[in-house]
């Protein structure tokens, strides 16, 4: 059946239906008119490079049909094509896998030049044609459609995942802006298997190109008392999961834990499985990676203070009160206190991240939330201060919160 000119429900929307998901946006095809037509109908033009529009009362995107032909490097270079008299198949023979390039029209008939339909049926994501080649942050993004729909079975057609082994070795990825990037990895990493995203990054070697910092350390061994999946590698996936769990889809809590153990990839050899002070080596790292991808100061702060410190949350059931003070300083807990939930969670996620050890209780994250509501409560105003000025006022105040802390041993 091919498809005359009108309006068409495209992409995620009618995939999702078809997966029984609820759609989250709805994105629209308009076949055979003009940007004049357009704005003559009461849309609103949003487009720079090509034409589109948002709907006068439900503010939906509208986009007119269109081609595209790859001029340049990366995610724009591109000579866009939008004339009435581009086809829907045309326009849906641009997009990138065959489960995003399905249509129905204002009747609800469903138009599938490409075979979507079955690939759905058969778990696949797989690339509509060789254009898929042309856009480099194609690579980003069937890695997160396989994490997203990692739970329903879906995996990558070789033939696509081999292609994009290609998109890798051309160095097309180096193209990419960081800032989009970024907002790949914060999708992705808020879905229920960020693990799947990472693996398959690997699989095709973006990993190596795009966080070589991670990539290294598949095949680092770990103690294999503390670590029964020994690969720091694996660790790292497990424990990504976890946090998927823990976060409640928190990109910031599972984008730290990718980088909690990047210091384990710089220990010399000759001192596997041990990795002495991994912590300390692993942020400056962690500045590299968040400084590369333009990550807000929030998620880097976090990243940061996860990297440094997630020992310290590990031990600190048999740690002195001083000490159990001296890390709510270090991460500025007092001052913002919001920062420690995500904190507890992302140690949590490592603590858990471990064959044979997923549902070990976490006692610290509980211990280190009632030390802080403790110290939190002592406050200069509130002290006997008498007599006393300038920094004797912060050590009368550390005195008064460190027996708050250990009060609760009492």
């Known amino acids: 059946m091919s498809a005359t000119p009108g309006t068409y429900l495209v992409g995620g929307a009618v995939r999702d239906a078809l997966l029984g998901l609820q759609a ?29 529009f948002l709907h006068p009362q439900s503010g939906e995107e ?36 065959t489960v995003n390039a399905m249509a129905q029209d204002e009747k609800g008939r469903l138009f599938d030049p490409y ?32 994490a997203r729909f990692a739970g329903l079975g879906f995996t990558v057609h070789e033939s696509t995942l081999a292609m994009m082994r290609d998109i890798v070795d051309s160095g097309e990825l180096g193209y990419l802006a ?41 095949g680092v061994p770990q103690p294999e008392e503390y670590h029964p999946e020994i690969d720091t590698g694996v660790h790292v996936l497990m424990a990504l999961d976890a946090a998927a769990g823990l976060s409640n889809g928190s990109a910031n809590v599972v984008f730290a834990v990718l980088l909690h ?27 590299a ?70 549902d070990r209780p976490y006692r610290q994250g509980e211990y280190l939330r009632l030390a802080h509501g403790a110290a939190a409560a002592i406050r200069a105003r509130d002290l006997d201060l008498e007599g006393v000025s300038g920094p004797q006022v912060g050590e009368h105040l550390q005195r008064a919160r460190i027996e708050a802390i250990a009060a609760l041993a009492g």
């Open 261 to 287: 153990d990047l210091g384990k990839g710089l220990t010399e050899k000759r001192y596997w499985p041990s990795h002495l002070r991994h912590e300390a080596a692993g942020v400056p790292l962690v500045d």
């Open 115 to 146: 075979g979507g339909q079955r690939d759905l049926e058969l778990r696949v994501l797989r690339h509509v044609s060789d254009a898929f080649a042309e856009d480099p942050l194609r690579v980003l993004r069937v890695a997160r459609f396989a």
């Open 24 to 52: 989250v946006e709805k994105d629209w095809v308009v076949v055979g008119s003009t940007p004049g037509e357009m704005l003559k109908q009461g849309y609103k033009q949003v487009g720079a490079s090509f034409p589109v």
């Open 178 to 218: 960081p800032e989009r990037t970024w907002r790949e990895f914060e999708s992705a990493l808020s879905t229920g298997k960020p693990s799947r995203f990472i693996s398959v990054l690997r699989d095709c070697g973006a990993l190596a190109a795009l966080l070589p910092e991670v990539d290294v350390l598949f």
């Open 289 to 358: 990676v968040c400084s590369r991808l333009k990550v807000p100061n929030a998620v880097h702060d976090l990243a940061r203070k996860v990297c440094a410190n997630h020992l310290t949350c590990h031990r600190i059931l048999e740690a002195r009160p001083v000490t159990v003070l001296r890390l709510l300083e270090r991460l500025d807990a007092f001052r913002q206190p919001g920062l420690l939930p995500d904190y507890i969670a992302a140690c949590k996620s490592d603590y858990l991240g471990r064959k044979g050890l997923e």
């Open 62 to 97: 509208y986009a007119l049909a269109r081609t595209e032909k790859k001029q340049g490097h990366g995610y724009h270079g591109f000579k866009v094509d939008f004339h009435p008299g581009v086809t829907l198949e045309e326009d849906l023979l641009r997009r990138d896998l």
